[in-house]
T-cell receptor, first 114, second 111 residues
Framework: DTAVSQTPKYLVTQMGNDKSIKCEQNLGHDTMYWYKQDSKKFLKIMFSYNNKELIINETVPNRFSPKSPDKAHLNLHINSLELGDSAVYFC?????????????FGQGTRLTVV | GNSVTQMEGPVTLSEEAFLTINCTYT??????LFWYVQYPGEGLQLLLK?????DKGSNKGFEATYRKETTSFHLEKGSVQVSDSAVYFC??????????FGPGTRLSVLP
């Protein structure tokens, strides 16, 4: 059983389209995250949710909107996709925000905007 | 603020060589420290962690010691294998705050 699963694994789309990436965790964790990894492998936090409530929203264009229907899911919707949005997006979860609990990562979604 | 600095890569070693990847951090309070590994095409996996000063985390032959006096958490392995080729991320996690990751260090091990 995959602990943190995200779909799709690959997403190729045209500029201007709207797309969603889904994430689910079966670990019973309270906190979920979205990270963006650029071509140089640098990881940037985008959003963090704790018990379905947004606790971190870094400087991310408002074209990106996270949605957490319940504690086990955190989806990412992106409007009006741009070339610069091409990256690998990782969902992660942890038992709590910070402290000595580790984060578990999904396999990533490679988004390519053409 | 909280930040993590790692040695720049890529690091290229021959099989059975000794590995050190340096990591230093800046943090308020007493964070937990982690090393994550990312194999090609995969997500990040926890390699090891340490939750307080002088703790040593170890896994799969890798070790790192939480050094509060030098604010460091260097990753070491005595004899690397080709299968260790990956990107390694140092990270810290202050209580109640977000994880902060370093920029990653790519390791290539040649047979």
């Amino acid at each position: 059983d995959t602990a943190v699963s995200q779909t799709p694994k690959y997403l190729v789309t045209q500029m201007g389209n709207d797309k969603s990436i889904k994430c689910e965790q079966n670990l019973g964790h309270d906190t979920m995250y979205w990270y963006k990894q650029d071509s140089k492998k640098f990881l940037k936090i985008m959003f963090s949710y704790n018990n379905k409530e947004l606790i971190i929203n870094e400087t991310v264009p408002n074209r990106f909107s996270p949605k957490s229907p319940d504690k086990a899911h955190l989806n990412l919707h992106i409007n009006s996709l741009e070339l610069g949005d091409s990256a690998v997006y990782f969902c992660a979860s942890s038992q709590a925000p910070g402290g000595n609990t580790e984060a578990f990562f999904g396999q990533g979604t490679r988004l390519t905007v053409v | 603020g909280n930040s993590v600095t790692q040695m720049e890569g890529p690091v290229t070693l021959s099989e059975e060589a000794f590995l050190t990847i340096n990591c230093t951090y800046t943090a308020t309070g007493y964070p937990s420290l982690f090393w994550y590994v990312q194999y090609p095409g995969e997500g990040l996996q926890l390699l090891l962690k340490a939750t307080k000063a002088d703790d040593k985390g170890s896994n799969k032959g890798f070790e790192a010691t939480y050094r509060k006096e030098t604010t460091s958490f260097h990753l070491e392995k005595g004899s690397v294998q080709v299968s260790d080729s990956a990107v390694y991320f140092c990270a810290l996690s202050p209580y109640g705050q977000n994880f902060v990751f370093g920029p990653g260090t790519r390791l290539s091990v040649l047979p």
